[in-house]
């Protein structure tokens, strides 16, 4: 609910801009929460942030067959994925609803939107919103999964890193970002265990991925399924 106000709140200026203007403003909200965070001491414990968060009170989920048996740690697992699915749920509902395709048309021609009578700022504002809800919600979930939070994870490189998992599986996908972000954290740990140079490896390999498939792995996958269907009429 708060990363929902406070994307109200960002988003309110940021949907005046386009493009890089957009991005820049956007980076530099995401900035002033950090330093504020950073430096906040009695709120969010300054550089040490907060560590050691508790899980949350599960025990309900005991009361269920099989898994009462689990540990708390299951627990909180088995409540990540349903929330995850539950998430996937809704925004595929989105997309196909009236609001997911005003923002299509949005997306693919704004000045068109606008001429046909659409408020392009104000749909854009509720986008936001929306991103930033969801946002919140992992957040949450990641807090608790790293039994902590710090104020690096808010740091612009951590909105870099969401960036590239949406443009690795393919942003104009709907599991693209999801692809992406499997993808890069097998990467990231894989290499992590060979080699102590693994940020240059790591990086090359990104490089490498981003200029074969420009349309995101999603995007070379959509691309060959067509291609052969293609083959096959002929």
Known sequence: MLAGLLALVFGFFCVRL?????????????????????????????????PEIPYPDLAWLERLPLVGELRTSDHFYLLTVV????????LRRVVGSPFGR????IRENPERAEFIGVHVRRWEL????LAGAFAGLAGGLFGIFNRGVF??????TKSSEVLIMAIL?????FYGPAVGALVLLVLNQQI?????????????????????????????????RRRLLRLGRA
């Open 18 to 50: 386009t493009k890089i203007y957009f991005a820049m403003l956007t980076l530099a909200f995401a900035q002033i929460v950090w330093a504020i965070c950073f430096k906040w001491n009695d709120l969010t414990g300054g550089e040490q942030g907060m």
């Open 83 to 90: 929330l995850v699915a539950l998430c996937f749920w809704l």
């Open 102 to 105: 005003i923002l299509t048309t």
């Open 126 to 129: 509720l986008a936001f919103v």
């Open 151 to 156: 104020p690096d994870f808010i740091y612009w």
């Open 169 to 173: 599986g393919g942003m104009g996908y």
């Open 192 to 224: 992590t265990s060979y080699t102590e140079y693994w940020p240059f490896v790591l990086g090359s390999i990104l490089i490498v991925l981003l200029f074969a498939f420009p349309g995101g792995l999603v995007g070379a996958l959509d691309a060959g």
